[in-house]
């Protein structure tokens, strides 16, 4: 696989708390986004990022807040966890925003209780 | 951004060729038209894109119609490893996001 990994791979937290998802990219890709994906749902973008501290919503960002520090790392921050917010996040990248295809990670399944 | 249309689901032989159809009838001048698929418990997978002619690569052709406003992506002979959704996906060249359908479901069977 292309250089992007997410932690945790699986996780489950109880409902008000925070709780931080992180995409590490080895490619120095300038682009990086987050989407949920939820039965009956496809894919939904969350928050995206075009470079460091450079961030924008997507389709469902409430609830949700995004932070860019350095290239490599897009964090994915739940600040009170609902249960709403059990789903499967996938991070994904894009090098040269354009046509160029998305490299997406492996997911992280979080469940809230 | 513009919707695209296809199939729920499609089934396939093993080693036969599979047509996996979109329509896009309101697609733009600078649209791209993408194709993802994303196999049980992965993350999506790029296939293949193209903007107005037809596309090969080592996993799958891309068909574009002349008027633009339909493509099939070809998987030349299908193996149980095809089995997956497959979703099709408009990018305007100047857009930073992808914006995911529900995708067709293609069962390939021994």
């Known amino acids: 696989d292309a250089g992007i990994t997410q932690s945790p791979r699986h996780k489950v937290t109880e409902t008000g708390t925070p709780v931080t998802l992180r995409c590490h990219q080895t490619?120095?890709?300038?682009?990086m986004y987050w989407y949920r994906q939820d039965p009956g749902h496809g894919l939904r973008l969350i928050h995206y990022s075009y470079g460091v501290k450079d961030t924008d919503k997507g389709e469902v960002s409430d609830g949700y807040s995004v932070s860019r520090s350095k290239t490599e790392d897009f964090l994915l921050t739940l600040e009170s966890a609902t249960s709403s917010q059990t789903s499967v996040y996938f991070c994904a990248i894009n090098g040269q925003g354009g046509p160029a295809g998305y490299t997406f990670g492996s997911g992280t399944r979080l469940t809230v209780v | 951004d513009a919707k695209t249309t296809q199939p729920n689901s499609m089934e396939s032989n093993e080693e036969e060729p599979v047509h996996l159809p979109c329509n896009h009838s309101?697609?733009?001048?600078?649209?791209?038209i993408h194709w993802y698929r994303q196999l049980p418990s992965q993350g999506p997978e790029y296939v293949i894109h193209g903007l107005t002619s037809n596309v090969n690569n080592r996993m799958a052709s891309l068909a574009i119609a002349e008027d633009r406003k339909s493509s099939t992506l070809i998987l030349h002979r299908a193996t149980l490893r095809d089995a997956a959704v497959y979703y099709c996906i408009l990018r305007g060249y100047n857009t930073d996001k992808l914006i995911f359908g529900t995708g067709t479901r293609l069962q390939v069977f021994p």
């Open positions: 490619e120095n890709h300038r682009y």
């Open positions: 309101t697609i733009s001048g600078t649209d791209y």
